[in-house]
Nanobody, 123 residues
């Protein structure tokens, strides 16, 4: 079992930055590919970014590439999402997800989910 707890969300003006964190407890964090998804009101949950279990490979949705950076610290069992140049359309609940083995950009197939942290970007 893996428990995931997100933090770092909040209210920020357009153009600002936030850093989300997701701390994992339970099974060996380093064996899981880690992902960030988001869900805006009235919309489906969508892929944002992912990082391989060793942190060598990263993947991004087109909508955030160049603005967001995913990273991980296996010693701290933590994955981060640095979000820069935020836009109002980035407003959503951001979820951390873990998948044993390789990265997957579809939300189906995640082994564990956090409860999410709300990011609100004002114009």
């Amino acid at each position: 079992q893996v428990q995931l707890v997100e933090s770092g969300g909040g209210l920020v003006q357009a153009g600002g930055s936030l850093r989300l964190s997701c701390v994992a407890s339970g099974r060996i964090f380093s064996s899981y590919a880690m992902h960030w998804f988001r869900q805006a009101p009235g919309k489906e949950r969508e892929f944002v970014a992912a990082i391989s279990w060793r942190g060598i490979s990263t993947y991004y949705a087109d909508s955030v590439r160049g603005r967001f950076t995913i990273s991980r610290d296996n010693a701290k069992s933590t994955v981060y999402l640095q979000m820069n140049s935020l836009k109002p359309e980035d407003t959503a609940v951001y979820y951390c997800a873990a998948r044993s083995g390789s990265v997957r950009i579809e939300r189906d197939g995640m082994d564990y989910w956090g409860k999410g942290t709300l990011v609100t970007v004002s114009s």
